[in-house]
């Protein structure tokens, strides 16, 4: 009997943690027993599975940026629906990334219907364009949703649907803030925000300096405030390259890799990030936080024009939550002064400080379900999977 293989799919860095964590969950029940493949980036590869296909350039927000990058979407689908058709796996597990995964699982299936296809984060049918959720059902076998409220969006159309809970939410440990402030230099009672500058090339082009102007709007106003800067991987090299020559920016600030992340996060009183996983992240450890962002404004007109945002909220803490708890700033409310404004109103009031990280830790305890979201992925995949 042949060992049965596990391909796995993420076009992007967020997905590809989720790729990580599965896989370690997988071989915590079957071991050496199950073969894997699949197409990623570092994290996959460091669990021993390397990328068939080249994700840069993946990570693509927006109608028009998808436009831009058509061709380049269509050869590295074309080349992973090869791949996989090539290998013949038990099962593929697709992670996010909405308009990509759908693409392959297309393909995959229409060329060969046995490969059984599990869709990992459904496309947000809660908040805009519900149509999706019937095109879902129509291409992949099950769902795996990382959100309690959205499986009648699904199993309405017959597709199945397993909430596991959002492996995110487990992923943060608790840092050492005391630490991380010896470590770097940082006072013990010196007031300090936290600045995420996104994960995406598309992130850093249209967030980079509205944030910073922001930036300088704060300090001139409370220059003895500290920024702490977590530079994301994929986009490491072009967020360090812009602040070395970045005459706007303290001399002192502290600029360190995801590897401190959890420690920056428990050293900070705040966070001014771009809108993401990470707000998840922020939320989980209770750092109040201003959440920023901007699509191409052609993409947002038509956004506005059709109606497609459901939702008066964009961070999924606040879907949750029914409630503003992150500090939502998108598009034409993502103004320097408007985030100056909001993160002076929390560096101003401890007190509200303290409130909101008290209700982001209880939100993000009733989104992460009973936990071990991974390991209750994994029982899913495996019930796809020729018996050990």
């Not at 771009?274 to 992240?281: K, R």
């Amino acid at each position: 009997m042949t060992t049965p293989l596990v391909y796995i799919v993420a076009a992007e860095r967020s997905g590809e943690l989720l790729g990580a964590d599965l896989i370690r969950s997988l071989r915590k029940v079957r071991g050496d027993s199950l073969d894997f493949a699949g197409v990623g980036g570092a994290a996959m590869a460091a669990e021993g599975v390397p990328t068939a296909v080249d994700i840069d350039g993946l990570a693509i927000i927006g109608w028009i940026d998808g436009l831009l990058a058509f061709r380049r979407v269509k050869e590295r689908v074309a080349l992973t629906v090869a791949d996989i058709l090539a290998r013949k796996p038990d099962v593929v597990v697709l992670i996010d990334s909405w308009g990509f995964m759908l693409r392959v699982a297309q393909g995959v299936r229409a060329a060969d219907p046995s490969i059984k296809l599990i869709k990992y984060v459904g496309p947000q049918v809660f908040a805009t364009r519900p149509g999706r959720a019937k095109t879902l059902a129509a291409t992949v076998d099950h769902l795996l949703s990382i959100v309690s409220f959205d499986a009648p969006f699904y199993t309405d159309f017959g597709l199945p649907v397993t909430f596991v809970g959002n492996p995110t939410l487990e992923r943060m440990t608790v840092g050492d803030g005391a630490a991380f402030r010896a470590s770097h230099g940082l006072d013990p009672d010196a007031q300090a925000m936290l600045v995420l500058f996104g994960s995406r090339p598309a992130e850093i082009r249209r967030m980079y300096d509205v944030m910073v102007q922001a930036i300088e709007r704060i300090l001139r106003r409370q220059p003895a405030l500290k920024i702490v800067i977590v530079v994301a991987e994929p986009v490491a090299e072009v967020v360090q390259a812009r602040l070395q020559i970045d005459t706007r920016m303290p001399d002192d600030i502290i600029i360190v890799s995801e590897a401190e992340k959890a420690d920056a996060f428990a050293a900070v009183d705040l966070a001014l990030a771009c809108s993401g996983t990470v707000i998840t992240e922020l939320a989980t450890t209770g750092v109040p936080t201003v959440a920023a962002y901007r699509l191409g404004w052609i993409t947002w007109a038509l956004i506005r024009m059709l109606n497609v945002m459901k939702s008066p909220y964009t961070t999924l803490v606040n879907m949750a939550s029914d409630s503003n708890l992150v500090l939502e700033h998108v598009q034409t409310r993502c103004t320097a002064p408007r985030l100056a404004a909001s993160t002076q109103s929390l560096l101003d009031s401890p007190e509200r400080r303290r409130q909101i990280g008290q209700a982001l830790r209880q939100a993000t305890d009733e989104m992460r379900g009973e936990g071990k979201a991974s390991d209750r992925a994994a029982e899913v995949v495996l019930q796809y999977l020729p018996r050990a």
